[in-house]
């Protein structure tokens, strides 16, 4: 067990933790498209997330349905540690950034970011992405938080 600000994390506690991590990692797989036809080698992070893309694209509406799930049945849960609910609402808190960032392609993605612009864009938004999630995953299985400038601020205000 290793001693957090609030109370010990257990082994089960640290992988349930990191869990949530995938779903910003599968969301955000997109933005790798560039980099991936590049680097063929890096598709290999893709394969913890093949399962979860295949019920997505199965089950109607399934992103929604996770991320309510996650937010309605842990973060809100005061009966799950502080430690998972927490990197639950950071893992959402990411997915929005995500989201926001996939909207604003597709509004202005077709007249301004062409070419290498959007290349870039697209390629800084994976790579952030990807420290961001290795970053957290391996701060959650060594029983850490992971601190993420204005994203844990916001999380420490919606998780008490």
Known sequence: ???????????????????PYLLPLMNGLPFGR???????????????VIPLMF??????????????????????NENIPHFIRFNTMQAILIDIVLILC???????GSV????????????MIFLGLLAVFF???I?????KYAEI???????YMQVR
């Open 55 to 76: 019920l997505y694209q199965y089950i109607p509406f399934a992103g929604f349905i996770v991320f309510i799930g996650l937010y309605m049945l842990v973060v809100r």
């Open 1 to 19: 067990m290793v001693m957090t600000w609030r109370g010990t994390t257990t082994v089960r506690d640290r992988i349930f933790a990191a869990l």
């Open 34 to 48: 560039f980099l991936f036809q590049q680097f063929p080698v890096l598709q290999i992070i893709t394969l913890p």
């Open 112 to 123: 301004l970011l062409q070419g290498f612009v959007g290349e870039t864009l697209y390629n």
């Open 149 to 155: 400038p204005t994203i844990s601020d916001a999380v």
């Open 135 to 137: 970053y957290s995953v």
């Open 139 to 143: 701060q959650s299985l060594s029983g």
């Open 102 to 108: 996939t909207l604003l392609f597709q509004v202005f």
